[in-house]
């Protein structure tokens, strides 16, 4: 039988995107997120694409009861998406929010550590997994806007990386995963509005969350011996940060 895959923020986006993957190659599922509509929608869908167990569990990764209830339920996984997360706003460090400043590093750091920490035991103790952290091509520079989210995605990178050296000799491994511009609801609840995300990607292809899901199934399904560290992915058109070509209409 598969391992079991738990998965944070699977109500939608990537997560929701890599459970129906893991589904189909018939891992059990073990989901977490706050909306649990749609969350137990993901499950049954896992479910009928080929997962034998796909489990919805309210989670709410800014709330350390909410994490420790979660990781206590779902048992041992072979493969942990830390996905929840995302970003918050785009005003200038002057202009910045408390309630955006904290709700990021909350959520893209505070909670991805303590969802690891409280996993990570009884996969010591097996002696494998495969831990996979989202981050963003954020963590690589810096733009006008974005400071608290790429220092949060920035902090990522270090944790993935302090997590290799922690972990070595423990058959555990650690993958950064970094996706560029990509349709999903991101901007929508970084933004507050759907005409204002959808000129984030107006004029080009950006990547999709089944993009995001595909590469993160490839680094997880490499031989024992092989880990990918770090996986930095972009739209086509996306050249860096701030530099994205836009076909004109």
Request: glycine share 10%; charged share 25%; with cysteine.
């Amino acid at each position: 039988m598969k391992g079991l895959v738990v998965i944070t923020g699977a109500s939608s986006g990537f997560g929701a995107a890599a459970a129906r993957a893991y589904a189909r190659l018939g891992h059990p599922l073990f989901l977490g997120a706050r909306r649990m509509e749609r969350l137990r929608e993901v499950a049954a869908e896992c479910e009928k694409l080929g997962s034998p167990r796909a489990v919805a569990h309210p989670l709410d990764v800014r709330d350390k009861e909410s994490i420790d209830a979660f990781c206590q339920a779902g048992g041992t996984p072979e493969i942990l998406l830390n996905n929840a997360g995302g970003a918050l706003g785009r005003d200038r460090v002057d202009k910045l929010r408390d309630e955006d400043l904290i709700g990021m590093i909350e959520a893209n750091v505070i909670g991805l550590v303590r969802v690891t920490r409280a996993l990570l035991p009884a996969m010591i103790a097996a002696k494998k997994g495969h831990i996979v952290n989202l981050g963003s091509y954020a963590a690589h520079g810096t733009y006008e806007g974005g400071s608290v989210y790429a220092a949060s995605k920035t902090a990522v990178r270090v944790i993935s990386e302090t997590l290799r050296l922690e972990l070595s000799g423990t058959n555990i491994r650690v993958t950064e995963m970094d996706p560029g511009l990509a349709e999903t609801e991101f901007s929508v609840v970084r933004l507050g509005d759907v005409e204002k995300a959808k000129a984030v990607y107006a004029g080009f292809q950006p990547l999709t969350a089944e993009d995001v899901a595909e590469a993160i199934v490839w680094c997880t399904t490499r031989p024992p011996h092989v880990n990918i560290n770090l996986m930095v992915l972009t739209p086509t058109a996306q050249a860096s940060l701030t530099k994205v070509h836009r076909e004109q209409k």
